[in-house]
């Protein structure tokens, strides 16, 4: 059973950095395409940014420049480095990753205070 775990969420005042880890287990294949979401109360989950096996990236207009996603496929783990953190950027973030179907993870919260 493939399980997608995050951690590193927490509250971070405006301009701070966080840095986000989902690691993925059960699975004995490689994901094509890992991806980090996100959902703030009364919205829509949102595209955050996504990342192939062969390390392309694309992010959200509203990230990029800020946000940096990587992965290391040797820990099938991804990553998304959060710099300059805005009260915008509150949500919870999810992991998401494409292999025979597609996974997601529980969870982790972003609190950005002003």
């Known amino acids: 059973q493939v399980q997608l775990v995050e951690s590193g969420g927490g509250l971070v005042q405006a301009g701070g950095s966080l840095r986000l880890s989902c690691a993925a287990s059960?699975?004995?294949?490689?994901?094509?395409?890992m991806a980090w979401y996100r959902q703030a109360p009364g919205n829509q989950r949102e595209f955050v940014a996504r990342i192939t096996r062969v390390d392309n990236t694309n992010y959200a207009s509203s990230v990029k420049g800020r946000f940096t996603i990587s992965r290391d496929n040797a820990k099938n783990t991804v990553y998304l480095q959060m710099n300059s953190l805005k009260p915008e950027d509150t949500a919870v973030y999810y992991c998401?990753?494409?292999?025979?179907?597609?996974?997601w993870g529980q969870g982790t919260q972003v609190t950005v205070s002003s």
């Open positions: 998401n990753a494409i292999g025979l179907t597609t996974y």
């Open positions: 059960g699975h004995s294949f490689a994901f094509n395409t």
